[in-house]
Protein backbone atom coordinates (compact mmCIF):
# COMPACT_ATOMS: atom_id res chain seq x y z
CA UNK A 1 0.00 0.00 0.00
CA UNK A 2 2.80 2.42 0.66
CA UNK A 3 4.33 1.90 -2.40
CA UNK A 4 1.53 2.15 -4.24
CA UNK A 5 0.80 5.65 -2.45
CA UNK A 6 4.75 6.78 -2.71
CA UNK A 7 4.58 5.64 -6.87
CA UNK A 8 1.78 8.08 -7.38
CA UNK A 9 2.47 10.59 -4.82
CA UNK A 10 5.88 10.90 -3.65
CA UNK A 11 6.09 13.58 -6.47
CA UNK A 12 9.22 15.95 -6.47
CA UNK A 13 8.53 19.13 -3.73
CA UNK A 14 5.63 16.89 -1.94
CA UNK A 15 8.18 15.05 0.35
CA UNK A 16 6.27 16.39 4.04
CA UNK A 17 2.99 15.00 2.82
CA UNK A 18 4.52 11.79 1.58
CA UNK A 19 6.45 11.11 5.22
CA UNK A 20 3.33 12.13 7.26
CA UNK A 21 1.96 9.31 5.29
CA UNK A 22 4.29 6.84 5.71
CA UNK A 23 3.90 8.03 9.62
CA UNK A 24 0.16 7.98 9.91
CA UNK A 25 0.93 3.80 8.21
CA UNK A 26 3.58 2.82 10.30
CA UNK A 27 0.99 3.80 13.49
CA UNK A 28 -1.88 1.87 12.07
CA UNK A 29 0.86 -1.36 11.88
CA UNK A 30 1.89 -0.87 15.12
CA UNK A 31 -2.03 -0.57 16.63
CA UNK A 32 -2.00 -3.98 14.53
CA UNK A 33 0.27 -5.63 15.82
CA UNK A 34 -0.30 -4.61 19.73
CA UNK A 35 -3.86 -6.20 19.10
CA UNK A 36 -2.06 -9.17 17.76
CA UNK A 37 -0.58 -10.28 20.77
CA UNK A 38 -1.70 -10.50 24.28
CA UNK A 39 1.81 -9.65 25.33
CA UNK A 40 2.40 -6.82 23.73
CA UNK A 41 5.76 -6.99 23.47
CA UNK A 42 6.19 -4.88 20.29
CA UNK A 43 8.26 -1.50 21.11
CA UNK A 44 8.30 1.63 18.95
CA UNK A 45 11.93 0.98 18.66
CA UNK A 46 11.60 -2.03 17.20
CA UNK A 47 8.53 -1.07 15.26
CA UNK A 48 11.06 2.18 13.72
CA UNK A 49 13.01 -0.74 12.95
CA UNK A 50 10.58 -2.91 11.27
CA UNK A 51 9.08 0.04 9.20
CA UNK A 52 12.98 1.03 8.19
CA UNK A 53 13.82 -2.61 6.72
CA UNK A 54 9.77 -3.00 5.18
CA UNK A 55 8.55 0.21 4.35
CA UNK A 56 9.92 2.38 1.50
CA UNK A 57 11.73 5.38 2.71
CA UNK A 58 9.78 8.58 1.59
CA UNK A 59 13.29 10.03 0.40
CA UNK A 60 12.96 8.14 -2.43
CA UNK A 61 11.14 11.01 -5.10
CA UNK A 62 11.66 10.55 -8.48
CA UNK A 63 8.76 11.29 -11.37
CA UNK A 64 9.38 11.62 -15.07
CA UNK A 65 8.02 14.86 -16.66
CA UNK A 66 6.90 14.76 -20.19
CA UNK A 67 9.15 13.86 -22.31
CA UNK A 68 11.53 12.02 -19.31
CA UNK A 69 13.15 15.34 -17.66
CA UNK A 70 13.60 15.68 -14.09
CA UNK A 71 14.41 19.08 -13.13
CA UNK A 72 15.91 20.12 -9.63
CA UNK A 73 16.19 23.66 -8.06
CA UNK A 74 19.14 25.26 -5.78
CA UNK A 75 17.16 23.47 -2.56
CA UNK A 76 17.35 20.35 -4.05
CA UNK A 77 13.99 19.83 -4.55
CA UNK A 78 12.10 19.26 -8.06
CA UNK A 79 9.63 21.41 -9.17
CA UNK A 80 5.65 19.86 -8.39
CA UNK A 81 4.88 21.61 -12.17
CA UNK A 82 5.83 20.39 -15.65
CA UNK A 83 8.82 22.81 -16.79
CA UNK A 84 7.51 22.99 -20.77
CA UNK A 85 4.55 24.92 -21.53
CA UNK A 86 1.79 23.94 -24.19
CA UNK A 87 3.04 24.48 -27.90
CA UNK A 88 3.94 22.70 -31.27
CA UNK A 89 4.40 19.22 -31.10
CA UNK A 90 4.31 18.85 -26.93
CA UNK A 91 0.79 16.96 -26.73
CA UNK A 92 2.53 14.16 -28.74
CA UNK A 93 5.09 14.37 -25.60
CA UNK A 94 2.27 14.12 -23.18
CA UNK A 95 0.19 11.23 -25.49
CA UNK A 96 3.73 8.83 -25.56
CA UNK A 97 2.92 7.94 -22.15
CA UNK A 98 1.00 4.50 -21.88
CA UNK A 99 -0.76 5.22 -18.50
CA UNK A 100 -0.63 7.99 -16.00
CA UNK A 101 0.95 8.06 -12.91
CA UNK A 102 -1.79 7.82 -10.81
CA UNK A 103 -3.34 4.27 -12.83
CA UNK A 104 0.36 3.03 -12.36
CA UNK A 105 0.73 4.04 -8.66
CA UNK A 106 -3.08 2.29 -8.03
CA UNK A 107 -2.25 -0.72 -10.29
CA UNK A 108 0.82 -1.11 -7.43
CA UNK A 109 -1.17 -0.45 -4.89
CA UNK A 110 -3.99 -2.47 -5.53
CA UNK A 111 -2.40 -5.78 -7.45
CA UNK A 112 -3.09 -8.15 -4.20
CA UNK A 113 -6.80 -6.60 -4.68
CA UNK A 114 -6.93 -7.07 -8.74
CA UNK A 115 -7.04 -11.43 -9.00
CA UNK A 116 -9.96 -12.08 -11.32
CA UNK A 117 -13.15 -13.63 -9.27
CA UNK A 118 -12.26 -11.61 -5.98
CA UNK A 119 -14.45 -10.23 -3.79
CA UNK A 120 -12.64 -6.94 -3.98
CA UNK A 121 -12.34 -7.84 -7.83
CA UNK A 122 -15.60 -7.68 -8.22
CA UNK A 123 -16.28 -4.63 -6.06
CA UNK A 124 -13.97 -2.67 -8.24
CA UNK A 125 -16.02 -3.82 -11.35
CA UNK A 126 -18.87 -2.54 -10.01
CA UNK A 127 -17.98 1.03 -9.14
CA UNK A 128 -15.93 1.00 -12.71
CA UNK A 129 -19.43 0.09 -14.21
CA UNK A 130 -20.63 3.18 -12.67
CA UNK A 131 -18.23 5.94 -12.91
CA UNK A 132 -18.20 4.84 -17.08
CA UNK A 133 -22.10 5.19 -17.12
CA UNK A 134 -21.45 9.03 -14.88
CA UNK A 135 -19.41 10.18 -17.70
CA UNK A 136 -22.05 8.76 -20.25
CA UNK A 137 -24.10 10.68 -18.60
CA UNK A 138 -22.32 14.03 -19.37
CA UNK A 139 -21.93 14.31 -23.17
CA UNK A 140 -19.87 17.45 -23.31
CA UNK A 141 -17.01 15.86 -20.95
CA UNK A 142 -14.48 13.37 -23.13
CA UNK A 143 -13.68 10.08 -21.71
CA UNK A 144 -9.82 9.83 -21.50
CA UNK A 145 -7.32 8.76 -18.92
CA UNK A 146 -7.35 12.52 -17.68
CA UNK A 147 -10.72 12.51 -17.25
CA UNK A 148 -10.98 9.75 -15.01
CA UNK A 149 -7.59 10.55 -13.33
CA UNK A 150 -9.09 13.99 -12.51
CA UNK A 151 -11.69 12.14 -11.21
CA UNK A 152 -9.25 10.20 -9.11
CA UNK A 153 -7.64 14.01 -7.79
CA UNK A 154 -11.41 14.81 -6.65
CA UNK A 155 -12.62 11.74 -5.06
CA UNK A 156 -9.42 11.46 -2.83
CA UNK A 157 -8.95 15.36 -2.06
CA UNK A 158 -12.93 14.89 -0.83
CA UNK A 159 -11.85 11.87 0.85
CA UNK A 160 -8.76 12.65 2.70
CA UNK A 161 -10.08 16.37 4.11
CA UNK A 162 -13.55 16.26 4.73
CA UNK A 163 -13.75 12.56 5.49
CA UNK A 164 -13.23 11.25 8.93
CA UNK A 165 -10.05 9.25 9.21
CA UNK A 166 -10.78 5.53 10.09
CA UNK A 167 -13.93 5.97 9.90
CA UNK A 168 -16.29 3.30 8.31
CA UNK A 169 -16.81 5.72 5.29
CA UNK A 170 -13.55 6.47 4.63
CA UNK A 171 -12.83 2.27 4.48
CA UNK A 172 -15.40 1.92 2.18
CA UNK A 173 -14.29 4.18 -0.10
CA UNK A 174 -11.19 2.25 -1.08
CA UNK A 175 -13.24 0.27 -3.51
CA UNK A 176 -14.23 3.17 -5.97
CA UNK A 177 -10.18 3.74 -6.58
CA UNK A 178 -10.02 0.01 -7.86
CA UNK A 179 -12.97 0.68 -10.25
CA UNK A 180 -11.33 4.39 -11.38
CA UNK A 181 -8.12 1.83 -12.15
CA UNK A 182 -9.83 -0.71 -14.18
CA UNK A 183 -11.72 2.04 -16.01
CA UNK A 184 -8.99 4.14 -17.01
CA UNK A 185 -6.42 1.77 -17.89
CA UNK A 186 -8.90 0.60 -20.49
CA UNK A 187 -8.82 4.23 -21.81
CA UNK A 188 -6.28 6.38 -24.22
CA UNK A 189 -4.41 9.54 -22.78
CA UNK A 190 -6.38 13.02 -24.08
CA UNK A 191 -5.21 13.02 -27.38
CA UNK A 192 -5.19 16.57 -28.02
CA UNK A 193 -3.94 18.33 -24.19
CA UNK A 194 -3.17 21.44 -26.04
CA UNK A 195 -7.02 22.08 -26.13
CA UNK A 196 -7.55 23.13 -22.79
CA UNK A 197 -11.42 24.16 -23.63
CA UNK A 198 -12.41 20.28 -24.71
CA UNK A 199 -15.56 19.69 -21.67
CA UNK A 200 -16.44 23.51 -20.97
CA UNK A 201 -20.20 22.67 -21.91
CA UNK A 202 -20.08 20.35 -18.78
CA UNK A 203 -19.31 23.61 -16.43
CA UNK A 204 -21.82 25.71 -18.62
CA UNK A 205 -24.42 23.32 -17.98
CA UNK A 206 -23.59 23.19 -14.11
CA UNK A 207 -23.20 26.67 -13.66
CA UNK A 208 -27.06 26.67 -13.31
CA UNK A 209 -27.05 24.07 -10.19
CA UNK A 210 -23.73 26.10 -8.60
CA UNK A 211 -24.76 28.95 -5.90
CA UNK A 212 -23.23 31.52 -5.18
CA UNK A 213 -20.41 30.34 -3.18
CA UNK A 214 -17.02 32.40 -2.65
CA UNK A 215 -14.61 30.03 -2.56
CA UNK A 216 -11.87 30.92 0.36
CA UNK A 217 -8.01 30.80 -1.39
CA UNK A 218 -7.42 27.75 0.41
CA UNK A 219 -10.50 25.55 -1.49
CA UNK A 220 -8.47 27.06 -4.87
CA UNK A 221 -5.15 25.22 -3.48
CA UNK A 222 -6.59 22.15 -2.99
CA UNK A 223 -8.21 21.91 -6.72
CA UNK A 224 -4.41 23.08 -7.92
CA UNK A 225 -2.98 20.97 -5.40
CA UNK A 226 -5.14 17.87 -6.57
CA UNK A 227 -3.31 18.21 -9.86
CA UNK A 228 0.39 19.07 -8.41
CA UNK A 229 0.25 15.83 -7.18
CA UNK A 230 -0.52 14.23 -10.39
CA UNK A 231 1.99 16.47 -12.12
CA UNK A 232 1.42 14.38 -15.51
CA UNK A 233 -1.92 14.90 -16.09
CA UNK A 234 -2.70 18.51 -17.30
CA UNK A 235 -5.24 21.06 -16.08
CA UNK A 236 -7.70 21.22 -18.82
CA UNK A 237 -11.12 21.63 -18.75
CA UNK A 238 -12.08 18.13 -18.90
CA UNK A 239 -10.00 16.94 -16.36
CA UNK A 240 -11.41 19.37 -14.39
CA UNK A 241 -14.94 18.15 -15.31
CA UNK A 242 -13.19 15.01 -13.88
CA UNK A 243 -12.22 16.15 -10.61
CA UNK A 244 -16.04 17.54 -10.25
CA UNK A 245 -17.85 14.06 -10.71
CA UNK A 246 -15.16 12.32 -8.40
CA UNK A 247 -16.03 14.85 -5.59
CA UNK A 248 -19.83 14.20 -6.52
CA UNK A 249 -19.37 10.57 -6.64
CA UNK A 250 -17.50 10.95 -2.73
CA UNK A 251 -20.92 13.09 -1.23
CA UNK A 252 -22.60 9.97 -0.24
CA UNK A 253 -19.54 8.89 2.18
CA UNK A 254 -19.51 12.50 3.71
CA UNK A 255 -19.05 12.67 7.36
CA UNK A 256 -19.88 16.07 7.93
CA UNK A 257 -21.25 19.64 6.06
CA UNK A 258 -20.80 19.33 2.07
CA UNK A 259 -19.90 23.02 2.10
CA UNK A 260 -16.56 22.29 1.41
CA UNK A 261 -16.82 19.96 -1.09
CA UNK A 262 -19.64 22.27 -2.57
CA UNK A 263 -17.13 25.25 -2.42
CA UNK A 264 -14.14 22.92 -4.63
CA UNK A 265 -16.73 22.33 -7.26
CA UNK A 266 -17.02 26.48 -7.71
CA UNK A 267 -13.41 26.59 -7.05
CA UNK A 268 -13.05 24.21 -10.67
CA UNK A 269 -15.48 25.88 -12.54
CA UNK A 270 -14.10 29.03 -12.05
CA UNK A 271 -10.40 27.70 -12.63
CA UNK A 272 -11.82 25.81 -15.48
CA UNK A 273 -13.08 29.12 -16.85
CA UNK A 274 -10.23 30.58 -16.55
CA UNK A 275 -7.93 28.74 -18.93
CA UNK A 276 -10.51 30.03 -21.48
CA UNK A 277 -9.40 33.58 -21.45
Known amino acids: MVQGHLASYAVPGNTHAVAAFRT ?35 ARVAQLRPGGLLVADLRGEF ?27 LAIGLQAHLVEGSESRQLF ?20 QDTVAGFVQGFLVTASYFVADDSVEQESMFPVLGGALLLGQELPIDADPVDVTAGLGFFERAAQALGDTDPADAIYELVERAFTLAPDVPMTCASLGGFCLGV ?13 PAAMLTAAWELAHDLTR
Not at 125 to 134: Q, S
Open 79 to 105: STRPTCRWGPGLGLAWSAMRLRSCFEG
Open 248 to 260: LYAAPYLTGSDAG
Open 24 to 58: QATRHWFKALRRCSQRTRITWTRMNRLANRWLPPP
Open 125 to 144: EYHRVRIAAIFASQPDLPLH
